[in-house]
């Protein structure tokens, strides 16, 4: 991009004497037509074109496309041009690519294009949701059942293929400074260091804002990456208006800068995209603010268990636990056969997936700050094999104590919940209408989701459920997203999963999501000057 921007240089300095005596105003409009690289060399050009270039860039900028094209160069090439068709200045590069191509080959071909000194994280996504750079319509695509159904509603020569195809969405956020902040892992005995992954953060925010909070993050995890216990740090360790989303589990790549000090013997294990607010942000750049929105998909089935024993197997756990009305302890496949006769066999083996919702009080705390006592209600994927003890759930961090109950996958409060998206940013849109009256102007210029894949295909009745909220209420603005293993939302959403503590009047946490689907909504609002 910085070399196409220096080819084309000389040529606008060729004419610049003869645009210049059309107008400031015919000259805006001109420049605000340019494609990307063409608008990075008339910046180039004079002090008063850069002047104009950087007045038609003061609001912030979401660019995104889907190709399905089988080559990942000429796939690579048609969501470039799309996204570049516009004037912007790249802060970040997200891609998520088809399992068909190779990471490496995709993260060195898109920093030929964008540099390397953008922050630019791709994985292997479970499916893409965004526009199509054929049709210009959108799309939900989930790999794995295109692989098994083996068709789609294109016509032959745009049929993609079951595993190839890619989005790219490039952001640009005047007034916020992006970084990329690695989480890395010890290959001694494995763990994860979380405690300088936190204060990394701290120290990047704090660098470029008034606090050692950042404005967000994108998280995205690699598939063995146990995101929770970064997620209670996370939660212990920001402030409450720090947004945190993403994906918790897929092969990824990115590219860290050179002044990363990597630690002896460790690999990385996670990533996170940071927005910070600059202390130095010029006037008149607006204001960009992030909404948040969840829409679940599991319902709570049967008594609640309290965990009596615990085994740790590797990456899995063990464990018997009893329930109040039956103080005898359960052990072995009781626990199974009482949920079964409490519930029904054909619902429990009519669900998708099965959970177990955890609540747990953890004391956390980062290096040798004060403790904090927590809430969190996190959920571990249930295994219905097993032999003397609770079949085993996918993970660890369950301890003695702990009480749980049983979530099974559920469409009505995945439909439900995502109707109620749509209303909540139908009264955004009418809000931000409202402003004008105030003399404040405010507009949604992008949105991004991560879905479950789960919810794919027809599974809640229409293949594109996790556009509509948005597109309907937003046509025209960029909307883009992918299917995920792990969804990442921070907030105290136990409430949705009917968790409270009103006895000591706290927060229950719930930052992992299975069977969701979140929405990062971003915004921006300024005064409108009086005449």
């Known amino acids: 991009m910085e070399r196409a921007a220096v080819e084309n240089l000389d040529f606008f300095r060729r004419i610049i004497y003869v645009i210049d005596d059309l107008g400031e105003a015919v000259i805006r409009n001109i420049l605000s037509r340019l494609p990307a690289k063409s608008f990075a060399s008339a910046a180039c050009v004079s002090r ?7 007045s038609i860039l003061s609001s912030p900028k979401l660019a995104s496309a889907v190709s399905f094209n089988p080559s990942l160069e000429k796939a690579l090439n048609e969501v470039v041009e799309k996204v570049l068709m516009e004037p912007i200045r790249p802060h970040f590069v997200l891609a998520s690519i088809g399992p ?13 294009i964008f540099g390397s000194k953008i922050p630019i994280i791709i994985n292997v996504a479970e499916g893409v949701i965004g526009r199509d750079v054929r049709t210009d319509k959108f799309v939900e695509v989930q790999w794995a059942l295109l692989a098994a159904k083996k068709k789609y509603s294109w016509s032959t020569d745009t049929q993609p293929t079951a595993t190839c195809g890619m989005i790219l969405t490039v952001g640009f956020l005047p007034g916020l400074k992006v970084h990329l902040v690695p989480l890395f892992r010890s290959q001694g005995p494995q763990r994860l260091l979380v405690d300088k992954f936190v204060m990394d953060i701290r120290e990047v925010a704090s660098a ?33 208006d720090t947004f945190i989303v993403g994906d918790g589990g897929s092969e990824l790549l990115f590219r860290i800068s050179e002044t990363t000090t990597m630690p002896p013997n460790s690999t990385f294990a996670a990533v996170a ?10 006037l008149g750049i607006r204001e960009i603010q992030f909404h948040v929105m969840l829409s679940t998909g599991v319902t709570a089935v049967g008594p609640v268990y309290k965990v009596l024993s615990v085994e740790e197997h590797g990456t899995s756990t063990c464990f018997t636990a009893t329930r109040e009305t039956i103080p005898e302890p359960f052990e072995g496949e009781a626990i199974l056969h009482d949920i079964l006769d409490e519930v029904g066999e054909d619902i429990m083996f009519a669900a998708k997936a099965t959970y177990i919702g955890v609540t747990k009080s953890r004391s956390c705390s980062v290096g040798t700050e004060r403790a904090k006592l927590m809430q969190f209600h996190e959920f571990h994927k249930f295994e219905p094999v097993g032999d003397e003890a609770l079949p085993p759930v996918r993970s660890v961090g369950i301890n003695s104590g702990d009480p749980f109950r049983f979530y099974i996958s559920d469409k009505d409060p995945a439909l439900s919940t995502t109707y109620n998206i749509y209303y909540m940013l139908m009264d955004l849109k ?64 136990g409430y949705l999963y009917g968790e409270s503590d009103q006895e000591n009047n706290a927060d229950i946490h719930c930052n992992l999501h299975p069977y969701g689907a979140l929405y990062l909504v971003m915004s921006y609002h300024c005064p409108i000057p009086e005449r």
């Open 48 to 54: 008063s074109w850069n002047t104009i270039c950087n």
């Open 100 to 112: 068909c191509f190779i990471l490496q080959a995709a993260l060195q071909r898109i920093e030929g």
């Open 208 to 240: 470029f804002s008034h606090s050692s909070s950042p404005a967000g993050i994108m998280l995205f995890a690699d598939r063995k990456t146990n995101i929770l216990p970064v997620l209670q740090k996370t939660e212990y360790a920001f402030s409450k």
């Open 273 to 282: 995209l940071l927005f910070t607010r600059d202390i130095n942000k010029p």
């Open 430 to 493: 009418e809000d931000f209408n409202n402003r004008i009256k105030k003399h404040e102007k405010a507009e949604v210029f992008g949105g991004i989701v991560f879905c479950c894949r789960g919810r794919g295909g027809n599974y809640l009745g229409s293949p594109d459920y996790a556009c509509f909220p948005f597109v309907d209420n937003f046509p025209g603005v960029t909307f883009a997203g992918t299917h995920t293993s792990a969804e990442i939302a921070r907030g105290c959403f």
